[in-house]
């Protein structure tokens, strides 16, 4: 199955401009995020090729998938050069961490801020470890000046967590509780650093950790995730991490930054790339549920599996465009929330599996005399046509079905 970036941009590849009033916090797939940065599949696709295509990662789950993954990381990432370290990172943010509406400026970590990326001495802004020095990420090697893990963040947002573990119970940190500090932001896109903590986190672990037999050159013994759970750790549990990073798709700000952190260190963050990787390589730890999309529509992030707490994710019909609210059907779950508008699809719990259905590409005639009959039925327009009553024939993409 191709992947739903491909679809939508098969026949838009051009290099972005700058532009005013871009929201920063719009998702990957959300129609600001596509119009305002359409060449980040471009760069997407020339990263992951060979055994390392998409079709390669689909197919391949668990430990395995850890491995395939971790091997590109260290195949690519070019922090063990010697021309890197933390102090380096201070005068690339500007490059990397863009403010689409600011040229010069830079997007803060948490709260979202725009901040003159010219680097000050500290009194701006200042370095955060996303997984903190103090549990494993020393500022001295690879993962401790890792531009993809290590974020520019306002003083005072950067005091307030400490190396505080994230999650949502007491003790813990929540990006959530830092209000987003962009009038560029907009509510309709759900703005939150949730999403992107989490991601990476994923991320070191995936680069430093250590599955099993599969570890590259830059492996740390102490970015192993599944050891470094609870207050003393870097994440709650690994429910809150699925949890977060699949209730918040990754933004604009996310796409901007990852291939400004390639540009500068030769690696990318798979997760942000492709999102329903995190529950195929983790998905043994939690319950899972089984999703799937019919074959008229497409999905982004194109989810395989959910948890309990369910995800967020984007339509699309044949055509590229959302399909329409009447006809969506969603099963597995009644606790859901579909937007035309914006085309995405908010599945908030489920306890089964869900399955994703519109029949908006099918017209309904009356077939009853051709009940047990094997003779396909068109409209005028030359288009496979369907009943869907009981005792009668439906046919869809050439097979016919009894009610």
Not at 90 to 114: E, F, H, P, Q, T
Not at 308 to 313: S, T, Y
Request: net charge negative; charged share 20%.
């Amino acid at each position: 199955m191709k992947r739903i970036l491909l679809f939508i941009f098969a026949a838009t590849i051009a290099l972005y401009t700058f532009a005013q009033n871009v929201d920063m916090q719009a998702h990957v797939m959300s129609d600001e995020g596509k119009a305002a940065y359409t060449a980040y599949v471009a760069k997407q696709n020339a990263y992951y090729t060979g055994e390392y295509s998409y079709e390669n990662i689909s197919a391949t789950t668990g430990d395995a998938l850890f491995g395939l993954l971790n091997e590109l990381m260290g195949n690519t990432c070019r922090l063990e050069s010697g021309s890197f370290s933390y102090n380096s990172l201070r005068n690339a943010y500007v490059d990397v961490d863009k403010d689409l509406n600011r040229s010069g400026y830079i997007i803060g970590y948490y709260d979202g801020c725009s901040m003159d990326g010219t680097w000050d001495g500290g009194r701006t802004y200042n370095r955060e470890h996303t997984w903190p020095q103090s549990k494993g990420a020393d500022k001295g090697i690879s993962m401790g000046h890792d531009m993809q893990s290590v974020r520019p963040t306002s003083v005072a947002v950067n005091s307030d967590r400490g190396n505080t573990a994230y999650g949502e119970s007491s003790g813990y940190y929540d990006p959530n509780d830092v209000a987003i500090n962009n009038s560029y932001y907009k509510p309709v896109n759900m703005g939150s650093y949730r999403g992107d903590a989490a991601r990476v986190i994923l991320y070191d672990y995936l680069v430093y950790g250590k599955v099993g037999s599969y570890q590259n050159s830059l492996y740390n013994g102490d970015a192993q995730l599944l050891d470094k759970l609870g207050k003393s750790g870097v994440f709650e549990n690994v429910a809150i991490i699925l949890k977060w990073h699949m209730n918040d798709a990754p933004s604009l700000t996310e796409m901007v930054r990852n291939d400004g952190g390639q540009a500068y260190q030769g690696n990318r963050n798979p997760f942000i790339d492709f999102p329903e990787i995190a529950i195929e390589i983790l998905g043994s730890e939690v319950s899972t549920y089984n999703v799937t999309v019919s074959n008229n529509l497409a999905m982004w992030p194109a989810y395989r599996h959910t948890t309990d707490k369910g995800f967020v994710a984007y339509l699309y019909n044949s055509q590229g465009k959302h399909p329409q609210a009447a006809n969506l059907h969603v099963t597995g779950t009644n606790n859901y929330t579909y937007d035309q508008a914006l085309g995405r699809l908010i599945v908030t719990s489920t306890n089964s599996a869900v399955s994703i259905t519109s029949y908006e590409a099918e017209t309904a005639v009356d077939d009853s005399a051709l009940d047990h009959q094997d003779a396909p039925i068109y409209d005028i327009l030359g288009r496979r046509v369907t009943r869907m009553q009981h005792g009668q024939i439906y046919i869809r993409n050439g097979q016919k079905f009894v009610y």
